[in-house]
């Protein structure tokens, strides 16, 4: 059974496609983030139209955390769904304020619902503009959460409509011979979200985790898109001025703490004997963690692994690595934020020995994937770069 991975255009986002036939008749569709709402607009909405014209339906969708690069594109597509009806969604998943809010709710009072519309009024971070993203509108009912009431999906219901974490539910079967495994987030992860929730709403004077006023969707979503990647100082000062190999592996790892990134939503896809690693912005240390209970000896080879956070370094430690391994690597980025994808974590990639090619595909050309564009190197280490910027962005398994 081949399976086809879409890689959109996403600028320094996500979005994916997976489809795969589960009869002659009919295929299974998954959709990964959506990346901006230009990268909908553009790409994801006529796929979505002519599988829904072939009466498809998209069994899932998955927005692995809240970060504009991931979901601005997702709030477009419920938008215009919820209008023109143009593609059927069994099932989203998708964490939001009301799966980490307190048990026992109270009411908003006055002074919470004005400071909840204070932070909807700024709405997502718009720094992304410069690179031609269209941004949201900041309103009441434009995140998420908003438009998945308006549409009425089933929203979390694999996880009893609860938060989607690992200690919920491990296992999600789509049928007898295709399964997600979730490894991305727990408990922990959750709670440090709904910390930094609590610790933003006090530079608005307010000091509440609970009440029922759905503004908290908004609101929650709005004020966490603007926490800030961890800024980069060593790695990104060694890397500028490296010019061996030897030099970049010597990059002491620093791994990602943000809370944002540690919330992402990362599986293994199993399809018959095919194997896909999907990592979000996840952390590296709960994935290797998560890895160890799915197959506790030895080296797991995937069909294809997406790395984390867009190949930040930060995200991807000599621990995991030396836990997974494949032919296929995927790069989403064009390298415009953070200049990722970051050398060092293509340096520890292509430098393990390893009795098989690796590929690595990346949907942009960046200045640091032509950097890694050598012969010798190629040779010497047994890889070569693939470019999937031109339609039909797509790599079959």
Not at 129 to 135: P, T
Not at 214 to 236: C, G, I, N, Q, T
Request: net charge negative.
């Amino acid at each position: 059974m081949d399976v086809c991975v879409k890689i959109y255009p996403a600028k320094n986002g996500d979005s994916f496609l997976i489809s795969f036939e589960e009869t002659e008749e009919e295929k299974r569709h998954l959709l990964i983030d959506c990346g901006y709402v230009d990268t909908f607009q553009k790409y994801v909405k006529n796929d979505l139209i002519k599988i829904g014209k072939s009466r498809g339906t998209l069994e899932k969708l998955i927005l692995t955390h809240i970060d504009a690069d991931h979901i601005q594109g997702a709030i477009r597509l419920l938008r215009d769904n919820n209008s023109e009806k143009f593609i059927s969604i069994k099932e989203v998943w998708h964490n939001t304020y009301r799966h980490l809010r307190e048990e026992k709710e109270g009411q908003t009072d006055v002074k919470q619902e004005r400071i909840l519309q204070q932070i909807i009024r700024r709405g997502y971070p718009q720094n992304e503009s410069k690179q031609g993203e269209q941004g949201i509108s900041a309103e009441q009912g434009t995140a998420v959460g908003a438009t998945l009431l308006q549409g009425k999906y089933s929203w979390n219901s694999d996880f009893n409509n609860q938060a989607i974490c690992i200690e919920q539910r491990s296992k999600i079967e789509l049928n007898p011979d295709a399964n997600i495994y979730l490894l991305s987030p727990d408990k922990q992860k959750l709670e440090k979200l709904k910390n930094l929730w609590s610790n933003e709403l006090k530079r608005y004077d307010a000091n509440f985790k609970s009440g029922n006023s759905e503004l908290y969707d908004d609101a929650f979503e709005m004020l966490l898109s603007w926490e800030k990647d961890k800024p980069d100082v060593a790695p990104k000062q060694i890397s500028a001025t490296a010019e061996t190999l030897e030099e970049l592996l010597k990059t002491p790892f620093d791994e990602d703490d943000t809370a944002t990134n540690g919330s992402s939503i990362a599986f293994i896809l199993q399809v018959q004997n095919k194997k896909m690693l999907f990592l979000a912005d996840a952390h590296p240390s709960l994935i290797f963690h998560s890895l160890n209970e799915y197959q506790k000896e030895g080296i797991i080879i995937f069909d294809l692994i997406k790395v984390s956070h867009h190949g930040s370094f930060g995200n991807i430690s000599h621990e995991l690595l030396n836990k997974i391994d494949s032919e296929r690597y995927l790069i989403s980025t064009n390298g415009q934020k953070h200049n990722h994808p970051d050398k060092e974590t293509i340096a520890h990639i292509i430098t393990r020995k390893v009795d098989f090619h690796r590929n690595l595909y990346f949907n942009y050309i960046t200045a640091n994937s032509k950097y890694f564009d050598r012969k010798d190197w190629k040779e010497k280490y047994n890889y070569s770069i693939h470019y999937l910027d031109q339609h039909p962005y797509t790599l079959t398994l």
